[in-house]
Each structure stands twice: as C-alpha cells, then as structure tokens.
C-alpha cells in the first residue's frame, strides 16, 4: 500500500520537478562533502600554521645562543688584540639578541611557561652582556689593560652565567620540539580525515547520483518510447492505433492525451476532407472554361491597344529627341557664354599679373643698379688695401736694410721685418683675388641688367596682346548670348509639344496597362483554378493514404 502511495505521488510530479529532486539531490551532496572537507582543510591549516610559528620559536631560540656567542667572540678578540674593529660581532649581537627576545616574548604569549622562561633568561642575558662590557671597558683602561681584563675572566662568572642561560633556552626548545611533534601528528591525522572525507564522499556522491539517474532516466524514456512509436504509426498513415495510457500528472502524461486528442481529430478530419474534394473538383472545372472565354477576349483586345501605344510611343519619343538636342545646344551656347567670360577674366587676370611682374622686374633692376655701386665701393676698398700692402712691404724692406746695418742687435728686428713683409705679401695676393671676384660680379650683374631691360619690353609686349584677346572674347561672348537666347525660345515650343504628346501617350498606357491587367487576372485565375483541381486531387491522394 504504501509502495502503490509513492508510485502515485511521483506520477504525480511533473518532469521539471523529478529532474530539478535528482540536480537537488546532488547538490545536497556536493554541500556535505564540501562542507565535511571544508572544516578538515580549515583544521589542517590551523595545525599547519602553529607548526610554522613553533619553528618561528625554536629558530630565534637559536638565534639567541648565536648571537650571545657572536658577542662573546668580539669581545674575546678585543682582548686579545685591543682593536676596536673586532668588537663588531659583540656590538651587532647586542642589538640582534634584544630583537629575538622581543620577538620569542611575542611568539610564546599564549605560553605561560614559556614566558616565566622568558622572564628568567633576560636577567641571564643583562648579566652576561655586564661582564662582557666590564672586561671590555677595563681592557680599553690605559692603566689596567689586558691584565685586569684577564683577571675578571678568570673568575668563571661569564661562563656561569652562559651555563645558566643555556639551560634555560635549552628547556624552551624541548617544551617547543614537544608542542613540534604534537602539531605535526595532529596535521597528519586532520590531513588523512581530510583525504578520506572526500574519497568516501564522491564515491557515496557518485553512487547515490548514479541510481538517482537511472531512475529518472526510466521513468521518462519509457513512456517517451511508447509515444515515439505511436508517431511513427501515424506518420506511416494508420491512425488505428489503441490509445496511449496516461497514468501520471506530470508533462509526459499531459503530452499522451494531447496527442490523444490530435489522433482523434485527424480521423474527423480525414473524413471531412474526403467528402469536400468531390465537391471542389466539380466546381473548378466549371470555373475553368468560364475563364478561358474571357481570356480570349481580352488578350484581343490588349493587342488592340498595343498597336495603338506602340505608335504613339514613336512620335513621343520624337518630340522628345527634338527637344533633348535642342536643349543640348543650348547648354553648348551657356557654356560657351560662360567659358567667354571666364577667358575675359583670365586674361585681365594676365594683364594684372603681367603688371606686377613688370613692377618687379625695374624694382630688380633698381636693386641690381644699387648692388652695382656697392661692388665698385668694395673695388674702392681693396684699392686702398692693395696701396697699404704696397707701404707696408716697402716698410718692412727698409726696416730689413736698417736691421742687417745695426748686426747682432738687429736681428730680432730683421725677423719682425721679414714677417711684416711675409703679411704685406699674403694681403697683396688677396686683394688680387678679391679684386678678380669683383670683376666677375660686376660682369654678371650687367648681365642681369640687360635681362631685366629685355624681361620688361617682353612684358609690355605681352600686355598689349593680353588686351586685343580681351576684346575679342568680349565679343563673341555677345553672339553667344544672342544665340542662346534664340535656342531657349526653340526649347519652350518644343517642350509645349512634348506635353501634348505625352499626356496623349500616358491616356493610351493606362488603358494598355488596364487591359494587360485583365488579361493577367484571366490567366491568373485560369492558372488559380487549374491549381485548385490539382491540389484537389492532390489533398484526395493524400488523405487516402490515412486508415480510418
């Protein structure tokens, strides 16, 4: 009984909520064995952070005795040597040891017997680092020296005292490699719950998704099976199958009577369409011969009107050439009109153009002319400069005559005799080459002067040819304006005409046009009617194929 009240409320269920149960299932699941292994992974973690901060304890346990020994070593160095440089190890290990005791009382907060620990190493460590200052400070004293600082050794209070703390970060690190030891087995065992947490879990996950499946799976594909077939039945044309079962609530049993209800109107259907297409025959072949009578008479009568069309398409298209090549030239004069004036205009363009080149050229004469004198100016100057060279080489040979008459005394005079008349020398060749460069100037610049007198008379010239174009663009741009006048009133006719033709021409198009339509309608509904009675055949054929 109670096996028959699930089957029935599962039935009952629809298809989205039997797949959307099995996803809910799953994910059900997923969350247990995520959450189960969230809360290993999170213990693990834990466990492997506190095994990190106990090797953090033990590696500044150890730097403690390290750096104790580092100080311990400077400090024996210095006494030994009495130089200051090897009291650096003692110096930095001061500093270093302070740092790991702050770091070690930080660490080992959560430790109570760590930190009574704690409190009795740094009295050790103070001591230690009093001793080592004391037998520094008197090994630096000029008047006790070495001798002192020995005695104070001898006494075994540093080694006590290092015995002492030694044993006290002795007794640290074996509490801390106990805690060591205790967290590392713990991480292994959170680490193994961890791996067979989520082994066990997929492996229920997979078996309990696996069986959720199949029975989803079964529960759907069977009957979607049985509807298949019945399709296929009836795609094959027999609709004399049994009815499909539905003997559930969800989609596929709402889908068994729906096609229930399709079979049965098929068969009304089949029958229906049987009786009707006797009917449809009889009455397209009666349409049929009416049509073909009456597109007789219109495909006569659209002939008729194409004849008519055709000819008074020829004189339209008459008129229309007439009128086209009369505006054509017409457009030829405009342009003709139009291209005068801007040939006018180019050439009073020309003219001012040529003017100002004109203006330009006497403004490069005048300026050659000015260049001119300026080069006769600088001819002046090296005259001048070739005379001052003359008087210094006649200067310098006079100061030579007076140089050799003097002897021995005048010999540094002879010198700066002959370097004066070296000079002189060197400025008379300049002068010649200047005086050469000048020549070749003012030849050139004569020669731009003749060009400049020549490029003027050009321009004057070119001027007055400029001004006879003027008038005689001006005048044909008068016949041409006469021209094109006398054209536009050819055009205005022509196009009058073209409107009569054309309104005459667009008469005859619409009543082609009309009875083209009719002819087209006569045939459409020929061909409409010939359709129907195939399709009638047709619609018969195929419905003859269904058993009812």
Not at 249 to 264: K, P, T
Request: aromatic letters at 4%.
């Amino acid at each position: 009984m109670n096996s028959n009240l699930r089957i029935s409320f599962w039935n009952r269920l629809s298809v989205g909520t039997k797949i959307g149960a099995g996803f809910a299932a799953a994910l059900a699941a997923v969350l247990v064995i995520g959450t189960v292994s969230f809360r290993s992974l999170g213990k693990l973690t834990e466990t492997a952070d506190w095994v990190e901060h106990t090797h953090k304890v033990l590696e500044n346990l150890e730097g403690v005795l390290s750096d104790m020994k580092d100080a311990e070593t400077g400090q024996r160095g210095f006494l030994l040597t009495g130089e200051d440089h090897y009291l650096e190890p003692y110096t930095s290990g001061t500093t270093a040891v302070h740092q790991k005791v702050a770091n070690l009382r930080d660490l080992t907060k959560d430790n109570p017997h760590q930190q009574r620990r704690l409190d009795a190493l740094e009295p050790l460590i103070e001591s230690k680092f009093t001793e080592l200052k004391q037998t520094i400070d008197l090994r630096k004293d000029a008047t006790q020296g070495f001798e002192a600082a020995l005695k104070v050794v001898k006494t075994d209070l540093g080694k006590k005292v290092m015995d002492d703390l030694r044993k006290v970060v002795t007794d640290m690190e074996n509490e801390e490699k106990d805690l060591l030891k205790q967290r590392s087995q713990e991480a292994q065992a959170s680490a193994t719950n961890a791996n067979y947490t989520i082994i066990v879990g997929a492996a229920g996950s997979f078996v309990l998704l696996s069986i959720i499946a199949i029975f989803i799976t079964q529960n759907i594909a069977n009957r979607l099976g049985k509807i298949t077939v019945a399709a296929e039945r009836i795609g094959k044309g027999d609709l004399r199958g049994e009815t499909l079962q539905s003997d559930s609530r969800d989609e596929i049993g709402q889908l068994a009577d729906v096609f229930n209800n399709m079979v049965e109107s098929l068969k009304n259907l089949t029958g229906q369409i049987l009786s009707v297409t006797g009917n449809v025959n009889s009455a397209a072949q009666e349409i049929m011969a009416s049509t073909q009578e009456q597109a007789t008479g219109t495909k006569e009568q659209a002939a008729t009107v194409q004849e008519v069309s055709s000819t008074m398409q020829e004189l339209t298209q008459s008129g229309s050439e007439i009128g086209e090549r009369a505006k054509q030239v017409a457009a030829a004069a405009e342009a003709t009109s139009v291209a005068s004036r801007s040939g006018v205009q180019a050439v009073q363009d020309t003219n001012r153009t040529m003017e100002a080149i004109r203006e330009q050229v006497e403004e490069v004469a005048e300026k050659i002319v000015a260049l001119s004198q300026k080069t006769q100016a600088i001819g002046e100057i090296v005259s001048t400069v070739n005379d001052i060279a003359e008087q210094s080489n006649l200067l310098a040979l006079n100061a030579t005559i007076e140089a050799a008459a003097a002897g021995d005394q005048g010999s540094r005079f002879s010198v700066v005799a002959n370097e004066m008349k070296h000079l002189a020398d060197r400025a008379k060749e300049c002068t010649v080459q200047v005086r050469t460069i000048l020549g070749d100037i003012q030849k050139g610049i004569n020669s731009s002067v003749m060009l400049t007198e020549e490029g003027v008379k050009r321009v004057e010239i070119g001027k007055q040819q400029a001004d006879v174009t003027e008038r005689t663009i001006n005048e044909m741009n008068t016949t041409t304006i006469e021209s094109v006048k006398a054209f536009q009133q050819i055009i205005g006719a022509s196009n009058q005409q073209q409107i009569g033709f054309e309104q005459v021409t667009q008469g005859m198009r619409d009543i082609r046009q009309a009875a083209e339509q009719t002819a087209a309608g006569t045939g459409q509904l020929e061909k409409a009617v010939s359709s129907l009675n195939a399709l009638s055949h047709q619609l018969r054929a195929a419905v003859e194929q269904y058993q009812i």
